[in-house]
């Protein structure tokens, strides 16, 4: 009797796990099965031979040369890939969602609830161009971020480090003169109540602002150790914070499981920001080849932008800013081969500011790296491997999983591309036209297959 019970319960247990089987095909969770697709896996392999790639739910759940059955009833959408090529979605390491669709004056002192709508239309044109996810280096993001989180806005995953932390004068100290002396505990910028970037000028102020980032959701702490371009008060030579005070983000970074980005151009910034414990460099194109060997050494991250020319011409002739620029453009190919030389770690971003223009060139701007990359290592580069720089989040990753690859077990973030993008990147750069699919955490925002 006793054993009957247990075979009757068995069976039930059987019964209710084939159930939940199908409920689990027919129910929440979305199934996508792309057909006949060559996959360009992020990892820089050459296409595969024909494939099927099932997606459940946001997870890649198999890939199979056979075919793989479906429920062909149920709601399952069927992708014809018709020998097209399935690659993960695009990755910049280097965004600033906030900071694209608005003018610098209006990102300071306009009003934050219409910068807020500018920036998440922005991040809806982000995610057609097939980039599903950016690391947000520097800005008031964490509202945007959570707003596509929670489907109210379609845009990338999104990375963020919040307000940029920089010392008085530095790079991100976008106040006036006018606004000087500043009392330590006094009134705050408006700069700071924005979030946008936060002065802090001892090591004690600067774990306070770290933290403030880090309870806001930051995934990664941005701090600027030199000078910069764009801020007026800021000296391309110069070194900001001292060691102590760049080690005190490091170590609160650190204590929440994550790390510091520092932005640094030359050998100075970049070895005290090394010696302090940062673990990934923001341009260094002014670095010599002692701290190319040094990064490399140490296996430290450099993430590096090939800054298109018109960037550099948008300053005005004779402006601070255009003489500034013209020190940093021509170190840009010097750093690209430093990089290139001591098989330095070297993600990709764009850092596009204050331009929907030069934003809609993202994957031109990718593309632009075959000035020194092949096809094949450049798409790497903006997919796996930058994959590989968002893990170093850590418990902060706000998105745990695989990004940037595609394999079993990773999560889905697919583009379907018109053609063979290692033959001809440039298809990269016509997303509206070559982008047939985008996918991203296994739902499709645009799906033209069968047109
Ligand atoms: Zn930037």
């Known amino acids: 009797m006793f054993h009957r019970a247990c075979t009757i319960l068995a069976l039930i247990n059987l019964v209710s796990a084939a159930a939940f089987a199908q409920d689990r095909d027919a129910g929440s969770e979305a199934i996508t099965l792309f057909e006949n697709v060559r996959i360009f896996d992020g990892k820089g392999a050459p296409l595969s031979a024909a494939m099927n790639v099932l997606v459940r739910g946001n997870v890649i759940d198999r890939i199979s040369k056979d075919p793989i059955p479906v429920n062909r009833s149920l709601a399952t959408s069927i992708i014809a890939g018709d020998g097209r090529t399935l690659m993960p979605g695009l990755i910049d390491a280097h965004w600033h969602a906030m900071l694209i669709a608005t003018d610098p004056a209006e990102a300071i002192t306009g009003d934050v609830g219409y910068n807020n709508l500018l920036a998440a239309d922005e991040a809806t044109g982000t995610l057609m161009r097939g980039f599903t996810t950016v690391r947000d280096v520097g800005g ?25 932390i920089t010392v008085t004068s530095g790079h991100g100290d976008f106040r006036q003169l006018s606004e000087l002396p500043r009392i330590v505990g006094g009134q705050l910028s408006r ?14 102020e600067v774990r306070l602002r770290v933290r403030e980032q880090l309870m806001q959701g930051a995934s990664q702490i941005k701090l600027t150790a030199g000078g910069g371009v764009s801020s ?38 970049i070895q005290r920001a090394i010696a302090a414990g940062v673990t990934c460099i923001e341009h260094g194109f002014l670095m010599d080849e002692a701290t190319a060997k040094l990064i490399a050494a140490k296996g430290i991250w450099l993430s590096l932008q090939p800054l298109p020319e018109e960037l550099r011409q948008g300053f005005p002739v004779g402006s601070i800013q255009r003489i500034k620029a013209d020190q940093i453009w021509p170190g840009i190919a010097r750093t690209y081969e430093l990089a290139k030389k001591y098989k330095i770690k070297t993600a ?78 440039n298809l990269i750069a016509e997303p509206a036209k070559n982008f047939v699919v985008i996918m991203k955490d296994g739902k499709i925002y645009k799906n033209t297959s069968s047109h």
């Open 191 to 204: 700069m700071e109540q924005i979030g946008g970037s936060m002065v802090a000028d001892s090591p004690d």
């Open 232 to 269: 007026p008060f800021s000296p391309i030579d110069v070194s900001t914070f001292t060691e102590a005070e760049l080690h005190a983000a490091v170590e609160a970074a650190e204590n929440w499981g994550t790390y510091v980005t520092a932005h640094a151009f030359t050998p100075a910034a």
């Open 348 to 425: 990709w971003g764009t850092d596009v500011l204050f331009s929907r223009a030069l934003a809609k060139r993202q994957g031109a701007i990718l593309a632009s790296l075959t000035r020194w990359y092949t096809a094949a290592e450049a798409l790497a580069m903006a997919t796996g491997v930058n994959g590989e720089l968002l893990a170093m989040a850590g418990k902060r990753n706000p998105y745990p999983g695989k990004l940037g690859i595609i394999e079993e077990g990773a999560l889905a973030d697919l583009l379907l591309v018109d053609g063979d993008p290692l033959a001809n990147i």
């Open 140 to 164: 008031p993001v964490f509202g945007l971020k959570r707003a596509i989180d929670e489907g109210i806005v379609n845009g990338p995953r999104i990375f963020p480090s919040g307000a940029m």
